[in-house]
């Protein structure tokens, strides 16, 4: 989100839904923050001191095979250099995992008693998001291989919600001159998936695109099946291009008021936002942004509230798109 950093009291103060949240934290998640704490910065500790000594032996022993003339006396000190060269880089490995391993525990528990607080359920590795129901509405674009992380489900003044990180990838190929073909992967979206769902279903499918550009090729597909809605607000359609297959609900939804509190939730999420209404659910994806629920990451104390503050302001992103478009009440006022 584009929104400066806040304090655990401001989060607090931001929603209804977060009161309590200090003293939550005070109570539940700074003990065990503080304990993990102590875990990471050993295991940082080890990252750094056996580094510095594989890297110091190494460098050691490559002067040693040097001076002995090891490089021109024939293979054995390419195997002896290699050899070195594969510890150093296997003990680093090996004590950068053990930080890692802490950082990403703290994170999923973090992530996990935070939901609970809210009432929520979290599930660290999704199986599939639903991710057809935005794939055939083509606010995500075609993919080959995907990433599912940090699903948290629930409901909020009457309104459920899922709100999922995904990253899909699109496979490709090339060929070189000497026609040797070769595979790779890139990136086509890196974002948030939210889906909310309404008790009255909408009678037609209603999207709403970023406007122009390269992701306009990847959705030039909707207007073959979804005729163009034509707006009388020329930011709106600077920021979206509507398509529809009902004219009348299109317009009927996409009311100033709807308009304006769309466009300021674009302004809001920190990444590409499009939206689709589609029967009984609005289907939001946010790509970019950077990456959400992360906290403090490797290098950085897991035990700061600040960190918390963050990945509990991301999770306020469900209240933020809930309040601004007003689902709680009704998106056609």
């Known amino acids: 989100m584009t929104n400066a950093a806040k304090s655990l009291e401001e ?17 539940e998640l700074e003990p065990y923050l503080i304990e993990q704490e102590q875990l990471r910065e050993a295991a940082h ?40 060269v594969i510890a ?30 809210l009432g929520f359920t979290y599930n660290a590795d999704p199986i599939s998001a639903q991710l057809d129901w935005f794939r055939d509405v083509r606010i995500i674009p075609s993919y080959d291989r995907r990433s599912l992380e940090d699903e948290i489900e629930g409901s909020h003044e009457g309104v ?62 909707i207007g073959k099946s979804k005729e163009r809605v034509r707006l009388e607000d020329p930011r709106f359609e600077k920021l979206f291009e509507v398509f529809s297959d009902d004219q009348v609900e299109a317009r009927y939804l996409l009311t100033p008021t709807f308009m304006e509190r769309v466009s300021q939730l674009a302004d809001t999420v920190g990444g590409q936002l499009q939206l689709a209404f589609d029967g009984d659910r609005l289907l939001i994806t946010i790509n970019g942004g950077g990456d959400r629920f992360e906290g403090g990451g490797m290098f950085k104390p897991a035990d700061d509230p600040d960190q ?14 809930i309040h601004v478009l007003r689902l709680n009440a009704s998106t056609r006022t």
Request: proline share 2%.
């Open 160 to 221: 459920s919600f899922t709100l999922c990180e995904a990253h899909l990838e699109d496979r490709r190929t090339r060929t070189d001159s000497d026609g040797r073909t070769e595979t790779y992967y890139v990136t086509v979206f890196n974002g948030l998936l939210a889906r909310f769902t309404f008790p009255k279903p909408f009678a037609a499918r209603t999207i709403l695109t970023s406007d122009g550009g390269v992701i306009g090729n990847f959705f030039g597909g």
């Open 45 to 84: 500790g080890k990252l750094k001191k056996y580094s510095a000594i594989a890297l110091s032996a190494g460098a050691a022993a490559l002067l040693t095979i040097w001076f002995l003339g090891g490089f021109s006396s024939g293979w054995i000190g390419f195997v002896l250099a290699a050899v070195v």
């Open 11 to 27: 989060v607090e103060a931001s929603y209804p839904a977060f009161e309590g949240l200090s003293a939550f934290y005070q109570r």
């Open 308 to 321: 918390i503050a963050k990945i509990a302001s991301e999770i306020g992103l469900v209240f933020e798109i």
């Open 88 to 117: 150093v880089i296997g003990v680093m490995a090996y004590y950068t995992s053990s930080v890692s391993e802490v950082t990403s525990r703290v994170k999923g528990e973090v992530l996990h008693r935070l939901s609970t607080f």
